[in-house]
């Protein structure tokens, strides 16, 4: 399988809710690299790297997130640019 790696952003009520520790553990279950960080607009953005598969996988989880979001909408978009060993969670940019 070909490594892929995608930028996310992750649209409705996704701060205040702990999306971004629920991103972080299924890229941490899934053995994807990558970051999550909250945005001053109210979304989610995150980029991950892996197994085309497992980042489908990822992807189709961020889509229902944890009990307390609700996701109005996923983008997605190739990502070219390094990424760290392992996955973070950063500040709010």
């Not at 809710?17 to 001053?40: I, P």
């Not at 995150?46 to 909408?73: K, N, W």
């Not at 997605?76 to 990424?83: A, I, K, V, Y």
């Amino acid at each position: 399988m070909a490594a892929t790696a995608v930028r996310l952003t992750i649209h409705g009520r996704v701060q205040g809710v702990g999306y971004r520790a629920f991103v972080a553990d299924q890229a941490e279950r899934l053995g994807l690299s990558g970051w999550v960080r909250n945005r001053r607009d109210g979304a989610v953005e995150a980029v991950v790297a892996g197994e085309e598969a497992t980042v489908e996988d990822f992807i189709a989880r961020c889509r229902q997130g944890p009990r307390a979001a609700i996701v109005s909408g996923v983008a997605s978009e190739p990502w070219d640019d390094p990424l760290p060993d392992g996955f973070k969670v950063l500040p709010t940019a």
